[in-house]
């Protein structure tokens, strides 16, 4: 059976990937799906309750919360792609060079990630936003590099297994350079992989921008991300509870999809990694 | 035993270097002076000049990180730009109450998660299988900071049985660790899961069905104790995703912890006492999970001989 066959008969993954292609619509049509501005404000309807004018009530400054979340799930989407992009291109630079050169370059490059994989993440992503200062583009950044040494770990292995074979020694022989011998030989080989930690990923870094945004130092207002419009609404939970707690839905969600795609594709496409990660 | 200890510890150090060198390198590619940040655009000249001074940020990089190493071997960690208190007073005040925190949280997390992981193994494709296995997606898929939220306002407003936030009582302390164990829980139960589940297919376990042990004791005695490798390296990992989540847990509950007080350094820019509460995390770590590979042994005599 085929990739997709076996993904299609996985009715978790299927609900995982309507959602994600719900969100990616929410995300590319927004200005018109969107029933209001989410910038526009109206004091006056501050805080109203679900239901009504508001389908999901309003926040603090009046703002309509449905229009702010999919309006948020362009700043979810963006800083999981790009960041899932920084994690992959990184990760295929260092893995690449970590298999071919070996030695002691490759002992260092490890032992460095095993630092990194063992330390309590969302720790360093704090010291690097502390240091970049908070943004879009800087959460985007920390968020990437977190995902840099997995990718790394998994290129390297299979460089160096596949620099063993005889097709690869063959080509090499041939002169065939490095980078050839990369995109012709070693990619076809991880892609699947890749996509499947990409997809993976894509949840962890949705949550860790969501975590950074909430503790005010990913995203900056008055940009609508859902980390964000959870820690504004945190200052009134107690008089209006759904300013908070609604938009986190829409983080979990978010989570829950790629987590479901991710897991089926896992399963789809290399089924040795079941179970891992 | 002692040796084993020994390298372990050993090991430990090139880990505690490299997150120091990290955070120190990462705060030292800051654009723009961070001393002019700390102190604001209004700072007099004099002022700045005695903080660059103060921070020896005038040296280069190389012989600052080595400075600050020997200094942090000698027990000074420097002192916090923001309360020009001792950075290892602050710390000393904060991590009882991280401690507190993650401990109750493993806790919750090692005995819920292996609970719902054993029965979840015991009746495979059972409704409470498929219960626990969805519950365990939605665990981790629930952003830990919404989570204490919304526990806030069903227990806190709506029922009104516990604190809002704060510390001091077992009271105070029931919310946020439940808030910070749930991913923890989730992760076990179903480690737990497959762990257990590999086991019972085992030939060892067969036999001992055979010869008629009692499922109780299959479960306890065999099952179980090895299926509780696998399970203890999680926990131990789980740790290091507890102090991540602690950042904020504390922040949501207001618990004076060591997560909260790195929140504060960094946006009061006071990189001396980010550094110290950085390397506090990451030398609880290395010992957890020094504690983790020692239990090894305990459990499995196999281990213990070889090292």
């Given at each position: 059976m085929d990739a997709w066959g076996r993904f299609r008969r996985n009715r978790l993954a299927l609900v995982g990937l309507a959602l994600v292609l719900v969100l990616t619509a929410a995300a590319v049509l927004a200005p018109w799906v969107a029933p209001y501005d989410p910038a526009r404000q109206s004091l006056i309807e501050k805080r109203a309750k679900p239901g009504g004018k508001y389908v999901l009530g309003a926040d603090e400054f009046g703002r309509d919360i449905l229009s702010r979340i999919i309006y948020g799930s362009r700043v979810a989407l963006l800083v999981g792609l790009l960041s899932a992009a920084i994690a992959v291109l990184g990760g295929l630079v260092f893995g690449t060079v970590a298999g071919f050169t070996g030695g002691w370059l490759d002992a260092v490059m490890m032992r460095a990630i095993e630092i990194l994989l063992a330390f309590p993440y969302l720790l360093l992503a704090l010291a690097i936003v502390a240091a970049l200062g908070p943004g879009a583009l800087n959460t985007t950044i920390a968020v990437g590099i977190w995902g840099v040494p997995p990718v790394t770990r998994i290129v390297r292995g299979s460089v160096l297994a596949l620099r063993e074979t005889e097709y690869v020694g063959a080509a090499r022989a041939l002169g065939a350079p490095a980078l050839a011998l990369l995109g012709r030989h070693i990619l076809p080989n991880i892609v699947p992989g890749l996509i499947v930690y990409a997809t993976l990923f894509m949840a962890n870094a949705i949550l860790l921008e969501a975590a950074l945004s909430f503790l005010g130092l990913g995203v900056q207002p008055p940009t609508a991300s859902w980390g964000l419009m959870v820690s504004t609404g945190r200052d009134v939970l107690l008089v209006a509870p759904h300013v908070a707690t609604v938009p986190g839905l829409a983080i979990m969600v978010a989570v829950l999809a790629f987590n479901l795609v991710g897991d089926g594709l896992r399963d789809a496409l290399d089924p040795r990694l079941r179970g891992a990660a | 035993m002692v040796t084993f200890i020994l390298r372990r510890l050993l090991l430990a150090v090139p880990v505690l270097l490299g997150v120091v060198f990290v955070v120190m390198l990462t705060i030292d590619l800051l654009p723009g002076d961070a001393v002019t940040l700390m102190l604001g655009e209004h700072a007099t000249k004099d002022a700045v000049a005695k903080l660059r001074d103060h921070l020896g940020l005038d040296k280069p990089f190389l012989v600052r990180y080595l400075d600050y190493v020997?200094?942090?071997?000698?027990?000074?960690?420097?002192?916090?730009?923001?309360?020009?208190?001792?950075?290892?007073?602050?710390?000393?005040?904060?991590?009882?109450?991280?401690?507190?925190?993650?401990?109750?949280?493993?806790?919750?997390?090692?005995?819920?998660?292996?609970?719902?992981?054993?029965?979840?193994?015991?009746?495979?494709?059972?409704?409470?299988?498929?219960?626990?296995?969805?519950?365990?997606?939605?665990?981790?898929?629930?952003?830990?900071?919404?989570?204490?939220?919304?526990?806030?306002?069903?227990?806190?407003?709506?029922?009104?049985?516990?604190?809002?936030?704060?510390?001091?009582?077992?009271?105070?302390?029931?919310?946020?660790?439940?808030?910070?164990?749930?991913?923890?829980?989730?992760?076990?139960?179903?480690?737990?899961?497959?762990?257990?589940?590999?086991?019972?297919?085992?030939?060892?376990?067969?036999?001992?069905?055979?010869?008629?042990?009692?499922?109780?004791?299959?479960?306890?005695?065999?099952?179980?104790?090895?299926?509780?490798?696998?399970?203890?390296?999680?926990?131990?990992?789980?740790?290091?995703?507890?102090?991540?989540?602690?950042?904020?847990?504390?922040?949501?509950?207001?618990?004076?912890?060591?997560?909260?007080?790195?929140?504060?350094?960094?946006?009061?820019?006071?990189?001396?006492?980010?550094?110290?509460?950085?390397?506090?995390?990451?030398?609880?770590?290395?010992i957890i999970n020094l504690l983790v590979d020692l239990s090894y042994g305990l459990l499995d005599p196999r281990v213990g001989r070889q090292g």
């Open positions: - | 020997g200094r942090v071997v000698r027990g000074d960690l420097g002192r916090s730009i923001q309360q020009n208190r001792p950075v290892a007073a602050e710390l000393a005040d904060a991590w009882p109450a991280t401690l507190e925190l993650t401990v109750a949280a493993l806790l919750i997390a090692t005995v819920a998660g292996l609970a719902a992981g054993v029965a979840s193994a015991v009746w495979p494709n059972s409704f409470f299988d498929a219960l626990a296995r969805l519950g365990s997606l939605f665990g981790l898929s629930m952003p830990i900071f919404w989570t204490g939220l919304v526990l806030i306002v069903v227990f806190s407003l709506w029922l009104n049985w516990l604190p809002v936030g704060g510390s001091g009582s077992l009271s105070h302390l029931v919310l946020p660790a439940v808030t910070l164990a749930m991913p923890s829980v989730a992760m076990v139960s179903r480690m737990t899961r497959s762990a257990v589940l590999d086991v019972l297919r085992e030939d060892y376990v067969r036999t001992a069905r055979a010869k008629g042990v009692g499922e109780i004791w299959v479960l306890g005695r065999h099952a179980l104790r090895n299926a509780f490798i696998p399970i203890l390296t999680l926990v131990g990992l789980q740790s290091g995703q507890l102090m991540g989540g602690a950042v904020l847990t504390e922040t949501v509950f207001a618990w004076p912890g060591l997560g909260r007080l790195m929140v504060k350094a960094i946006f009061a820019r006071d990189y001396v006492l980010l550094q110290g509460a950085v390397l506090v995390f990451a030398l609880a770590f290395v």
